[in-house]
């Protein structure tokens, strides 16, 4: 897959961002189950940049998660304890098996990855009009606090002679969402995972979002919602086409 | 032994003094048992403040160990703290087990000559699933018929967020709300509603956004009387 050079991205930026999930490399090793057990050193490592960020290595399969099943089981008993519950009540017996599993269902966007999700899904097709996916329904977990966020991403981009699978918009989404993430991130890697993957003329990404960690603790603010957006290309330079787009999605 | 105590605080519905009222099917019976459950409640042991900071570092090691469990970096910046901040935020959504209805109810009982029905609706409830520890939330609307004493407001809230503080099964939430105010003030009746979302159902499993929970408790005159639960829920509901 060539990469080519994308002038108006800017990619310095980007590049740090490769290293914050921690997967984008393929470093990660699961202590679990190599001796030692401590994770890679970031400084040591070398940092591939985000544009490469869809050859990323799984570092998650289902053998790993049936090996670390019983180690957050184990790990999710003790915070019953901690928290003054008894784990051998009844409506508590299986919880820390169901907890560890909905957990990593939460988390299972580290299994896949992008090349799997669209490499059979991109056609030629001469359309240089916008496109917009929006209201797709986003559910993440909060890697501070480890409580949900959930909210709507709106996906735009400008093709330049190749379109995208809408569904497979969706599964970007998915697949970046389903992990402990920043919203600020989260909105970034999706626009940059379009870019990658379609070289549009530009791609614009907004999330509206509510966190947990601000509504059922800390500030308790009910109401509040956290909107980030990305623009890339064209709607970053051109500010009709960023108007359109936000307008479209707001209608 | 506090585990004991927690469980029969939060099992407290699932015991005997609720399968004896439901026997009995009459309110005015519930005072000979409020003694008991009065005594219950004053033995509870809950849960001090001060054992939450010693408890502190084994649930960090526990969130740590789930950490590297689920394939994460553990010493990325964005992760360094967060078995704290999680140990922490899990302590603040199960603080419900520090606290009882006598610590909250005790001096805003008044006696006021009102036999109408009083009604706090839409209060926010924020709680935990039992079953996958995950965030279950929606509104409360309270109902009572007082006789002869009333409650201040915000008392009603406050037993809200007691109960649902703590690791929950909706139908449980609903019923120990009702049943705490029916033994504070001895009303006429009493009704609770709770219409929640469930994340386990939203987020995986099944999946689906839209669904929500609807679970109710009727006691006194509003299980007997069809015209007063009426009137309940036709205050209640929301345009």
Same mark, same amino acid.
């Given at each position: 897959?060539?990469?080519?050079?994308?002038?108006?991205?800017?990619?310095?930026?980007?590049?740090?961002?490769?290293?914050?999930?921690?997967?984008?490399?393929?470093?990660?090793?699961?202590?679990?189950?190599?001796?030692?057990?401590?994770?890679?050193?970031?400084?040591?490592?070398?940092?591939?940049?985000?544009?490469?960020?869809?050859?990323?290595?799984?570092?998650?399969?289902?053998?790993?998660?049936?090996?670390?099943?019983?180690?957050?089981?184990?790990?999710?008993?003790?915070?019953?304890?901690?928290?003054?519950?008894?784990?051998?009540?009844?409506?508590?017996?299986?919880?820390?098996?169901?907890?560890?599993?909905?957990?990593?269902?939460?988390?299972?966007?580290?299994?896949?990855?992008?090349?799997?999700?669209?490499?059979?899904?991109?056609?030629?097709?001469?359309?240089?009009?916008?496109?917009?996916?929006?209201?797709?329904?986003?559910?993440?977990?909060?890697?501070?606090?480890?409580?949900?966020?959930?909210?709507?991403?709106?996906?735009?981009?400008?093709?330049?002679?190749?379109?995208?699978?809408?569904?497979?918009?969706?599964?970007?989404?998915?697949?970046?969402?389903?992990?402990?993430?920043?919203?600020?991130?989260?909105?970034?890697?999706?626009?940059?995972?379009?870019?990658?993957?379609?070289?549009?003329?530009?791609?614009?990404?907004?999330?509206?979002?509510?966190?947990?960690?601000?509504?059922?603790?800390?500030?308790?603010?009910?109401?509040?919602?956290?909107?980030?957006?990305?623009?890339?290309?064209?709607?970053?330079?051109?500010?009709?086409?960023?108007?359109?787009?936000?307008?479209?999605?707001?209608? | 032994?506090?585990?004991?105590?927690?469980?029969?605080?939060?099992?407290?519905?699932?015991?005997?003094?609720?399968?004896?009222?439901?026997?009995?099917?009459?309110?005015?019976?519930?005072?000979?048992?409020?003694?008991?459950?009065?005594?219950?409640?004053?033995?509870?042991?809950?849960?001090?403040?001060?054992?939450?900071?010693?408890?502190?570092?084994?649930?960090?090691?526990?969130?740590?160990?789930?950490?590297?469990?689920?394939?994460?970096?553990?010493?990325?910046?964005?992760?360094?703290?967060?078995?704290?901040?999680?140990?922490?935020?899990?302590?603040?959504?199960?603080?419900?087990?520090?606290?009882?209805?006598?610590?909250?109810?005790?001096?805003?009982?008044?006696?006021?000559?009102?036999?109408?029905?009083?009604?706090?609706?839409?209060?926010?409830?924020?709680?935990?699933?039992?079953?996958?520890?995950?965030?279950?939330?929606?509104?409360?609307?309270?109902?009572?018929?007082?006789?002869?004493?009333?409650?201040?407001?915000?008392?009603?809230?406050?037993? /809200?967020?007691?109960?649902?503080?703590?690791?929950? /099964?909706?139908?449980?939430?609903?019923?120990?709300?009702?049943?705490?105010?029916?033994?504070?003030?001895?009303?006429?009746?009493?009704? /609770?509603?709770?219409?929640?979302?469930?994340?386990?159902?939203?987020?995986?499993?099944?999946?689906?956004?839209?669904?929500?929970?609807?679970?109710?408790?009727?006691?006194?005159?509003?299980?007997?009387?069809?015209?007063?639960?009426?009137?309940?829920?036709?205050?209640?509901?929301?345009?």
């Amino acid at each position: 897959m060539e990469r080519s050079k994308q002038k108006q991205m800017n990619q310095n930026e980007n590049e740090t961002d490769a290293a914050i999930n921690g997967h984008f490399d393929g470093r990660v090793k699961i202590p679990g189950w190599s001796a030692g057990g401590a994770a890679g050193n970031p400084s040591t490592a070398p940092s591939s940049s985000v544009m490469e960020s869809w050859r990323e290595e799984r570092t998650r399969s289902l053998e790993d998660n049936e090996m670390s099943l019983p180690s957050i089981a184990a790990a999710y008993t003790t915070i019953l304890r901690g928290l003054g519950e008894d784990p051998q009540r009844q409506g508590l017996l299986k919880t820390p098996w169901r907890a560890a599993t909905a957990m990593q269902f939460f988390t299972k966007g580290y299994q896949e990855k992008i090349i799997d999700v669209l490499n059979d899904a991109i056609f030629d097709e001469d359309h240089d009009e916008m496109v917009i996916v929006k209201d797709i329904d986003m559910f993440s977990m909060c890697e501070h606090h480890l409580v949900p966020i959930f909210g709507r991403v709106h996906i735009g981009y400008l093709p330049n002679k190749r379109v995208l699978g809408l569904s497979k918009l969706a599964r970007i989404v998915e697949i970046y969402s389903r992990r402990l993430q920043v919203q600020e991130r989260l909105t970034k890697q999706i626009a940059v995972a379009i870019t990658e993957a379609l070289q549009p003329a530009g791609v614009g990404v907004v999330i509206e979002a509510t966190h947990m960690c601000m509504v059922m603790r800390g500030v308790q603010k009910m109401n509040s919602k956290t909107v980030t957006s990305t623009m890339l290309g064209v709607f970053r330079e051109d500010p009709k086409t960023r108007d359109e787009f936000l307008t479209l999605i707001r209608s | 032994m506090e585990y004991q105590k927690a469980a029969e605080l939060n099992g407290l519905c699932n015991g005997k003094i609720v399968t004896e009222y439901l026997c009995r099917n009459g309110f005015s019976e519930l005072t000979v048992d409020a003694k008991k459950v009065a005594v219950q409640h004053k033995n509870e042991t809950s849960r001090k403040e001060a054992e939450d900071e010693s408890r502190l570092p084994a649930l960090e090691e526990a969130y740590t160990t789930i950490l590297r469990g689920l394939g994460e970096n553990t010493d990325r910046q964005g992760l360094l703290k967060t078995p704290l901040r999680a140990a922490k935020a899990m302590q603040f959504l199960t603080k419900g087990y520090h606290e009882t209805i006598y610590d909250v109810l005790n001096d805003a009982i008044f006696d006021e000559d009102h036999e109408e029905l009083v009604i706090v609706k839409d209060i926010d409830m924020f709680s935990l699933c039992e079953h996958h520890l995950v965030p279950f939330f929606g509104k409360v609307h309270i109902g009572y018929l007082p006789s002869k004493k009333v409650v201040g407001l915000s008392k009603l809230a406050r037993i /809200v967020e007691i109960y649902s503080r703590r690791l929950q /099964v909706q139908e449980r939430l609903t019923k120990q709300i009702a049943m705490a105010i029916s033994e504070a003030l001895q009303p006429v009746g009493v009704a /609770v509603v709770i219409e929640a979302a469930h994340m386990c159902m939203v987020m995986r499993g099944v999946q689906k956004m839209n669904s929500r929970t609807v679970t109710s408790a009727m006691l006194g005159a509003f299980r007997e009387d069809p015209k007063a639960r009426e009137e309940f829920l036709a205050l209640t509901k929301s345009a």
